[in-house]
Structure formats: structure tokens, C-alpha cells
């Protein structure tokens, strides 16, 4: 049995095509009730079936919206995507995941690719510079881009991060309230990402006059681990860890020398990973609002969908809270303030 087409149903309701397409695109003026009630009585014994993406293309619109990130299964990102998808699932959109796996020809095919598709906006949490340009474009031409976590410095687009400048100010200052006289600063390529930057020029402002050190190659932290302990003869010393590879890294290379922590050197990095909490007593770390960076990131680009794109660019800056543990030889919360304390988990 050939299934049912808007024609078999106009014939046996006794209307015509256009009206039966009115009353599926939901356009009851001027349609009476005894009408609406025998298509509505015809579709369901005819077991009709429209075809929702013919539909969606004519209406020039899908109901999808395109979400690009550099790794899936990085747990960081994991907690982004669920944002997004739980706002996107609520105002009634599908979400179409891809990830770059940090590549920007990648990222850059996936970007053309879904607009092909026509999704009706993208959520990007970028790789790198590269498709910044790209983006931008795009931006202009009409489509409806925001970018996730990761920023740039250009207010062309709509941008939702959290407060990496404040934060990590706040950590470094923390640090070195609790009686550490050296920092160092572990991270990989920093021109990678604007994130990364912002941290880095974070540590810079906050460590002025005071003993740091800097590493911006992630394939060497064991001996940077030496090399920063040699240089600060003695003192007490303390890494920061400004991406969560790093302080796995890191932790990596304080566990190969048998250092002990706080004993030997402290530790803090990003992000509030659950593997933090199991190691040697609990490793100190900055805990991001991820989940939320995804729902507003989704909640305005939905906005931009439904509203245009008149209204002014939205750059949304989330707070994150610190979390010291035993390696910094604390268990205390701390949020922008270094003297606002809050009980730890």
C-alpha cells in the first residue's frame, strides 16, 4: 500500500491541497472548525505522514542547530554539549555534533558543511585562529555563529566564556597569600587559543616583581619540573596549570620525580575533573561553569534565530570558583575574591 500524500487527503476530505497544507503549517484563518476537525479525522485514518524536511527546507527552516568542538570526549567539552543540548531540547531543536579533534581544516569543513545543511545557527568552541577569519565572514553575511568557552578578541560575534583574566589573577594571588614565594606557569602553545593567552597575561599581571616561571611545552614537564625546582633554590613553590592536560601532565611529572604534594611542591590547574579529587588527597583546581557556558551560548543563538541579528553582540563572562585541596595544603572554596571562603565538596 503506497502511502498517504496531501492529494489522498484533500480527496477524501473534500478540500483542496492548499487548505491541507494550511492546516499542516498550522495557518487556521479563515478555516472553519467543522473543517480543521475532518482533515485532522482524515490524517489520522489515512495514517499520513508529511515530509517534515521538505517541509523544513520550504519554511527555510530545520530546527537544527550545529555544534562543533575540538574534542568529544574530553570530559570538559562533555559537560559544555549537555548545556546546549538541554536548552536546545527545551525551545524544541535538534543538535548536530561533530568534532575537529583540534584541527582547523577539520573545524573549517564542518563549519561549511552544516551550513550546506542548512542548520539554523552553529555553537563553535574553536580550535584555534585559524577559522577565525572564516567565522567572522560568515558573521557578516548573516549566519548565526556563537562562540563557546573559547573567545576571540573580535566583538563581531556573539562570544559566552567564563573569567579567565579575574580567575586566574585569583589563583595566582591565592597562591601566593598561603606563603608560596615562586609560581610557575604550565601550558601548552600559548598562540593556540585566546584562553590560554588570557591566562598567561593573568599570571604575568599577578606575578609582577614577584619569582615565576614560565613553560609553553607540554612534551617537557618532567624536566621543566626540575628545572623550575632548581631555580627557585629552596623556596616554597607552587605550578599552575593553565589547561587540563597540563595539570595531568604535571601531576604526571611530580608523581615519576616522587615528589610529594604540598610537601615538595604545590599544585593547581584546570578543570574540576572527577580523577582531581583522587589524587594524593585532592588536587586544587578552578572549576568552570561549563554546563552553563553551553546553555546561554545555545540561549543566544536561539535568540539571534528567532529575533535576527540586529540587536548588539552579546559577550556573556561566567564566574568560575576555586577549589583548594590537600595539594595546596588547604580544603577551602574560593570565588573572585581570595578572602570570600566557601566549605569545599
Given at each position: 500500500m503506497n502511502p498517504a500524500t496531501i492529494e489522498s487527503v484533500s480527496q477524501q476530505a473534500g478540500v483542496s491541497k492548499t487548505t491541507v497544507s494550511r492546516y499542516l503549517n498550522g495557518k487556521f484563518e479563515h478555516m472553519s472548525a467543522k473543517t480543521k476537525a475532518r482533515i485532522k479525522e482524515t490524517i489520522e485514518a489515512l495514517d499520513y505522514q508529511p515530509n517534515l524536511i521538505a517541509r523544513s527546507l520550504k519554511l527555510k527552516k530545520t530546527g537544527l542547530i550545529g555544534v562543533i568542538v575540538p574534542d568529544i570526549i574530553n570530559p570538559v567539552t562533555v559537560n559544555l554539549v549537555k548545556g546546549v543540548i538541554d536548552h536546545c531540547t527545551q525551545e524544541g531543536y535538534q543538535v548536530v555534533i561533530a568534532s575537529s579533534d583540534e584541527q582547523s581544516d577539520k573545524e573549517k569543513e564542518y563549519v561549511l558543511s552544516m551550513l550546506n545543511r542548512k542548520v539554523e545557527g552553529l555553537i563553535v568552541n574553536i580550535a584555534d585562529y585559524n577559522n577565525y577569519?572564516?567565522?567572522?565572514?560568515?558573521?557578516?553575511?548573516?549566519?548565526?555563529?556563537?562562540?563557546?568557552?573559547?573567545?576571540?578578541c573580535d566583538s563581531i560575534l556573539d562570544m559566552v566564556t567564563t573569567d579567565n583574566?579575574?580567575?586566574?589573577?585569583?589563583v595566582v594571588k591565592a597562591l601566593y597569600e598561603k606563603g608560596y614565594e615562586a609560581v610557575g606557569f604550565f601550558s601548552p602553545e600559548l598562540l593556540k587559543s585566546n584562553v590560554r593567552l588570557t591566562r598567561y597575561n593573568a599570571f604575568l599581571d599577578e606575578s609582577a616583581g614577584k619569582l615565576a616561571y614560565l613553560l609553553h611545552n607540554e612534551n617537557e614537564y618532567k624536566k621543566a619540573i626540575q628545572d623550575f625546582l632548581s631555580k627557585t633554590q629552596g623556596k616554597k613553590a607552587a605550578i599552575f596549570a593553565?589547561?587540563?592536560?597540563?595539570?595531568?601532565?604535571?601531576?604526571?611529572?611530580?608523581h615519576e620525580l616522587n615528589l610529594k604534594t604540598p610537601e615538595d611542591i604545590g599544585i593547581c590547574g584546570y578543570d574540576?575533573?572527577?580523577?582531581?579529587?583522587?589524587?594524593?588527597?585532592?588536587?586544587?583546581?578552578?572549576?568552570?561553569?561549563?554546563?552553563?557556558?553551553?546553555?546561554?551560548?545555545?540561549?543566544?543563538?536561539?535568540?539571534?534565530?528567532?529575533?535576527?541579528?540586529?540587536?548588539?553582540?552579546?559577550?556573556?563572562?561566567?564566574?568560575?570558583?576555586?577549589?583548594?585541596?590537600?595539594?595546596?595544603?588547604?580544603?577551602?572554596?574560593?570565588?573572585?575574591?581570595?578572602?570570600?571562603?566557601?566549605?569545599?565538596?
Amino acid at each position: 500500500m503506497n502511502p498517504a500524500t496531501i492529494e489522498s487527503v484533500s480527496q477524501q476530505a473534500g478540500v483542496s491541497k492548499t487548505t491541507v497544507s494550511r492546516y499542516l503549517n498550522g495557518k487556521f484563518e479563515h478555516m472553519s472548525a467543522k473543517t480543521k476537525a475532518r482533515i485532522k479525522e482524515t490524517i489520522e485514518a489515512l495514517d499520513y505522514q508529511p515530509n517534515l524536511i521538505a517541509r523544513s527546507l520550504k519554511l527555510k527552516k530545520t530546527g537544527l542547530i550545529g555544534v562543533i568542538v575540538p574534542d568529544i570526549i574530553n570530559p570538559v567539552t562533555v559537560n559544555l554539549v549537555k548545556g546546549v543540548i538541554d536548552h536546545c531540547t527545551q525551545e524544541g531543536y535538534q543538535v548536530v555534533i561533530a568534532s575537529s579533534d583540534e584541527q582547523s581544516d577539520k573545524e573549517k569543513e564542518y563549519v561549511l558543511s552544516m551550513l550546506n545543511r542548512k542548520v539554523e545557527g552553529l555553537i563553535v568552541n574553536i580550535a584555534d585562529y585559524n577559522n577565525y577569519d572564516l567565522l567572522k565572514t560568515l558573521t557578516e553575511r548573516g549566519e548565526k555563529i556563537v562562540l563557546a568557552d573559547r573567545t576571540i578578541c573580535d566583538s563581531i560575534l556573539d562570544m559566552v566564556t567564563t573569567d579567565n583574566y579575574n580567575m586566574t589573577r585569583t589563583v595566582v594571588k591565592a597562591l601566593y597569600e598561603k606563603g608560596y614565594e615562586a609560581v610557575g606557569f604550565f601550558s601548552p602553545e600559548l598562540l593556540k587559543s585566546n584562553v590560554r593567552l588570557t591566562r598567561y597575561n593573568a599570571f604575568l599581571d599577578e606575578s609582577a616583581g614577584k619569582l615565576a616561571y614560565l613553560l609553553h611545552n607540554e612534551n617537557e614537564y618532567k624536566k621543566a619540573i626540575q628545572d623550575f625546582l632548581s631555580k627557585t633554590q629552596g623556596k616554597k613553590a607552587a605550578i599552575f596549570a593553565s589547561t587540563p592536560m597540563s595539570l595531568l601532565n604535571v601531576v604526571s611529572g611530580i608523581h615519576e620525580l616522587n615528589l610529594k604534594t604540598p610537601e615538595d611542591i604545590g599544585i593547581c590547574g584546570y578543570d574540576n575533573l572527577p580523577w582531581t579529587k583522587l589524587v594524593g588527597g585532592g588536587i586544587s583546581v578552578v572549576e568552570q561553569p561549563l554546563y552553563e557556558v553551553g546553555w546561554e551560548s545555545a540561549k543566544i543563538l536561539i535568540d539571534r534565530i528567532k529575533n535576527g541579528i540586529d540587536n548588539p553582540v552579546k559577550y556573556v563572562e561566567l564566574k568560575s570558583k576555586l577549589i583548594l585541596r590537600n595539594s595546596t595544603g588547604d580544603n577551602v572554596t574560593v570565588n573572585q575574591s581570595w578572602k570570600e571562603i566557601i566549605k569545599n565538596d
